[in-house]
């Protein structure tokens, strides 16, 4: 445990050397802006996904992050965390999709032949401990219920 702690400080202070913020809202987002160019770096574990709002900022991150690190490029992210990443080059849009994950989590419960609803319950509904089950039958099935 102590390794992924000294790694995490190691990555700290490099980032930190190269004119990176850290975010205090979240320690594992790291920031730089200099000039008009702007350049988020985002950690967990040993992987790290980047943004910059020019190509010379991704050049530049990665020269300075290859001088520090032995780095892999796996290109262009597709699947990061469940979060699908698609990308209109024409447009430059950048859209973002949890449907994998969604699906995924579907069929952990078992859901894949449940019947979809807009709304499952009505708008307005206040649900109370007045709600739970009571009868034998309803403890006993919602005890077999995940969710």
């Known amino acids: 445990m102590q390794g992924a702690h000294d790694w995490a400080e190691n990555l700290d202070r490099t ?11 979240d320690p594992q987002i790291h920031f730089r802006v200099y000039g008009d ?4 770096m985002s950690t967990w574990t040993d992987n790290i996904l980047g943004v910059s709002s020019t190509i010379k900022g991704k050049i530049l991150v990665k020269s300075q992050l290859g001088t520090s690190y032995k780095i892999k490029d796996l290109g262009e ?10 990308r209109n080059p024409t ?15 579907i069929k ?6 449940c019947s979809p609803k807009l709304t499952p319950l009505p708008p307005g509904l ?22």
């Not at 447009?91 to 989590?105: F, N, P, Q």
């Not at 206040?126 to 009868?135: F, S, V």
Request: with cysteine.
């Open 15 to 25: 980032f930190e050397e190269y004119g990176y913020y850290k975010l205090k809202a």
């Open 37 to 40: 160019e702007f350049t988020l």
């Open 77 to 86: 992210e597709k699947l990061i965390l469940g979060i699908q990443i698609d």
């Open 91 to 105: 447009t430059g849009d950048i859209i973002l999709s949890k449907r994998v994950y969604c699906e995924h989590m």
């Open 108 to 113: 952990c419960f078992n859901m894949e032949n």
């Open 126 to 147: 206040l649900l109370t401990t007045d709600n739970c089950p009571n009868i034998p039958d309803e403890i006993t099935e919602m005890k077999n219920t995940s969710y």
